[in-house]
């Protein structure tokens, strides 16, 4: 049977998600060797151009004006952010990605800025994706004109649990924008958080929907919750390191050539359980001292984990494929 799907029963991807951990990550990372370099991880910087003032109520995020975080509002000019993606390029990442806070990303005032800094980063040698929240045909068509690497809009969890983390907007409209952006031809970045007080069955629905999608994402970012003072889902409890493996583990084995990330949270872990997560196939990581409002790995406990590990940073390009 060939490895490439986009027809998972439920069922089927629950056996994978419940194999005996070692066998899972064996089997993931099998696959992950048949389809990628092992050596290779992607990284990435997050720049975030907008930051908070969000009308949305997601119940995990610092930057909805609704919770009284330590997040303030701010919107970067033009010249930060080339500023900031000047410093990451010297870091060594290959690619930035620019976050624009808010539910829709369409409106022309956002868009046009956010085309301005896709445009303007990109003559700086690096790769960009954005994030902007819901992308329509048209935009998603303009997207696609800018070269745009990948664009990001995640599904968080399963349909089922999605309406207990945000009620400002549906399922059905997360679905939208990543059919819209399917569409336009673009590769798309789609995944979610973990921790959230989902159930097993919340993050089997959740990768099930992303590997039947009629193109698998490009980048499927999972994240550990990280709980931030003033949003409801803050004193939650993180999630052991062994449910990250295992949802890591379940993307590899159901969409093969996606890069896997392993984005925000990954402070909460040990290196090891970190080295664990790449084993079973994550290969793309935030690299920077900040994510978007919180704190990152250092720069420095990045570079020397990879160094350890002899894992060498590289393009998206380059990471795929081995075979297929
Ligand atoms: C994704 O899945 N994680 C990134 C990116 N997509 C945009 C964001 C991580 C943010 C972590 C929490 C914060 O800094 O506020």
Not at 51 to 73: I, L
Not at 103 to 115: I, K
Not at 141 to 152: D, E, M, P, Q, Y
Request: glycine share 6%; proline share 3%.
């Amino acid at each position: 049977m060939t490895d490439i799907r986009n027809n998972w029963a439920h069922d089927e991807v629950k056996e994978i998600y419940n194999l005996p951990l070692l066998d899972l990550v064996n089997r993931a990372s099998n696959i992950h060797r048949k389809y990628h370099d092992s050596t290779k991880m992607n990284m990435n910087t997050l720049i975030s151009v907008r930051t908070g003032a969000c009308s949305q109520d997601c119940k995990y995020c610092a930057q909805s004006a609704r919770y009284d975080t330590h997040v303030k509002p701010e919107k970067l000019s033009l010249e930060q952010v080339l500023e900031d993606a000047k410093v990451a390029k010297e870091n060594g990442v290959k690619r930035v990605c620019l976050s624009s806070s808010g539910r829709d990303g369409n409106s022309d005032d956002r868009f046009n800025e956010m085309a301005e800094m896709i445009t303007e980063v990109k003559k700086l040698g690096l790769e960009v994706c954005c994030t902007m929240g819901m992308v329509n045909k048209e935009k998603a068509k303009k997207l696609a004109g800018l070269g745009v690497t990948a664009v990001n809009h995640n599904l968080d969890t399963s349909e089922r649990y999605y309406p207990s983390i945000v009620t400002t907007r549906t399922y059905a409209d997360r679905l939208e924008t990543l059919a819209n952006l399917q569409e336009a031809g673009i590769s798309y970045c789609s995944g979610g958080i973990l921790g959230m007080g989902e159930e097993d069955e919340d993050r089997i629905e959740m990768l099930r929907i992303l590997a039947n999608q009629a193109k698998h994402p490009y980048n499927v970012p999972l994240n550990s919750l990280v709980p931030v003072e003033g949003t409801p889902f803050y004193g939650k409890e993180i999630i052991d390191i062994f449910e990250m493996v295992r949802a890591i583990a379940t993307a590899r084995i159901l969409m093969p050539k996606a890069v896997i990330a392993f984005a925000a949270g990954r402070r909460s872990y040990s290196k090891e359980g970190q080295a664990l997560c790449f084993l079973a196939g994550a290969n793309s990581i935030f690299f920077g001292d900040k994510l978007l409002t919180v704190k990152n790995m250092t720069i420095n406990e990045d570079q020397h984990l990879l160094n350890t590990i002899g894992m060498i940073p590289t393009r998206f390009h380059e990471l795929t494929t081995i075979e297929g």
